[in-house]
């Protein structure tokens, strides 16, 4: 159905965090979701509510081998960013298919940025998550010089880790707001419930399920679903049971391809 | 927070809730050099670039400010709609949102006066809009 790209210009803006929690939302709304990890370093077991022990089982692993959260696929493939066949995997395994009724989100770590760009031709959506901080504004033109032309019409960014009684974490979002427009879909406060949950080997829907984070990033998670869903509609597509299951994948960024 | 609004938010059982002592300072606002200097950055506006390769100034005068969509408010999903992207969005455009949104018709020169952005900006805040 959808791929999501999760990737940002700066590390530890919450880019794993969302990842983590968009596939809770939709898990949550009955859709099927894989989340494939592309870190070396991986805390999406974590985020996950999985406990240190475990590690993620590789994208062609064994079914036996598979780790399940709530109905949601978790992956890890931290040799895609050196991997050539990474995307042509994706592509044998269906899940780039516009037929695929699957969501997958991909999270790939922000100094990755090769791979992010590989990935942009096939991603329904490509969310950015900014902390609201100089350190990470100052990131943005490289950023999108890197990723190329009409690359941002894909993207939708939003601002995590929001202290609104910080005046230049006011000032900043401010700043992107009008920056992006439409295209910045939300803002995430800053809740000392999300790496409390982490301590806790707790999902945040479980640990603090009247927090602020939780409320903000289930907005966004709502609002990503509307954007597919009237992507979906905009699509000239043949219904799905007309469509192979491989052959011919075309990448789902179909106004790039000017 | 204070001690108080603390209290209160416990007994209604409440934590999510934006706070709102701090609002009124957005009247403030302030055009920080580094928001300055993103704004100058051409890699950011590939469009103007174009523009003014095209023996345009890098600062056009406005298009028809009427077509152009409002700010997005933040967390306030509004129906799907194909969003204007920064990338073919000239910056002159982008200055002369305020403008249109503050019911002034844009001058050339207020277009071009980086500041006029912030001081709508901090209008808007004090009108409740931000
Ligand atoms: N809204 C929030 N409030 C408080 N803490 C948060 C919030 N969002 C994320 N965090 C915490 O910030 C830390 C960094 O988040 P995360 O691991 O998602 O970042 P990342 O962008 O994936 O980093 P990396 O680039 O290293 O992969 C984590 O400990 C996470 O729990
Ligand atoms: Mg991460």
């Known amino acids: ?258 | 927070m204070r001690a108080d609004a603390k209290v209160l938010l416990e007994r209604l059982g409440r934590q999510d809730f934006a706070y709102k002592e701090f609002a009124d300072r957005f009247a403030d606002l302030e055009l920080w050099p580094i928001f300055e200097a993103l704004l100058k950055d051409q890699r950011l506006f590939t469009q103007s670039r174009a523009d003014a390769q095209q023996e345009q100034p890098a600062i056009t005068p406005a298009p028809a400010t009427a077509d152009l969509p409002g700010s997005a408010q933040v967390a306030a999903p509004a129906a799907p709609a194909p969003a204007q992207s920064l990338s073919s969005m000239p910056l002159s455009a982008l200055f002369a949102r305020y403008e249109a949104e503050a019911g002034n018709r844009p001058t050339a020169e207020t277009q071009n006066d980086v500041r006029s952005l912030l001081r709508q900006l901090s209008e808007a805040n004090a009108k409740g809009n931000l």
């Open chain 1, 1 to 258: 159905m959808a791929v999501i790209l999760c990737h940002s210009p700066k590390g530890g803006t919450g880019t794993t965090f969302l990842a983590a929690q968009l596939a809770l939302a939709f898990a949550d709304r009955n859709r099927d979701v894989t989340v494939i990890s592309t870190a070396m370093n991986d805390s999406l077991p974590l985020h996950l509510a999985l406990p240190p022990a475990v590690t993620l089982p590789d994208l062609e692993g064994q079914a036996e081998d598979a780790v399940m959260v709530q109905g949601i696929d978790l992956r890890n493939c931290a040799r895609a960013p050196r991997d050539p066949d990474f995307v042509p995997m994706l592509q044998d395994a269906g899940l780039l298919s516009p037929a695929s009724e699957r969501v997958l989100i991909i999270d790939v770590p922000s100094g990755e940025r090769g791979l992010a760009q590989r990935l942009l031709p096939f991603a329904s959506l490509h969310l950015c998550a900014l902390t609201p901080a100089p350190d990470c504004v100052a990131l943005l033109p490289q950023f999108h010089e890197e990723l190329g032309e009409g690359a941002l019409d894909q993207t939708l960014f939003l601002v995590n880790c929001l202290d609104e009684t910080r005046r230049l974490a006011r000032h900043t979002t401010a700043f992107l707001r009008e920056l992006f427009g439409a295209n910045l879909i939300g803002r995430v406060r800053q809740d000392e419930s999300v790496v409390e949950a982490l301590a806790m080997l707790q999902t945040l829907g479980r640990y603090a399920p009247s927090s602020a984070a939780l409320a903000d990033v289930t907005e966004i998670a709502e609002h990503v679903l509307l954007r597919l869903a009237a992507q979906a509609e905009l699509a000239p597509q043949p219904a799905p049971a007309q469509q192979p299951q491989t052959g011919d994948i075309a990448p789902a960024g179909k106004s790039r391809a000017a």
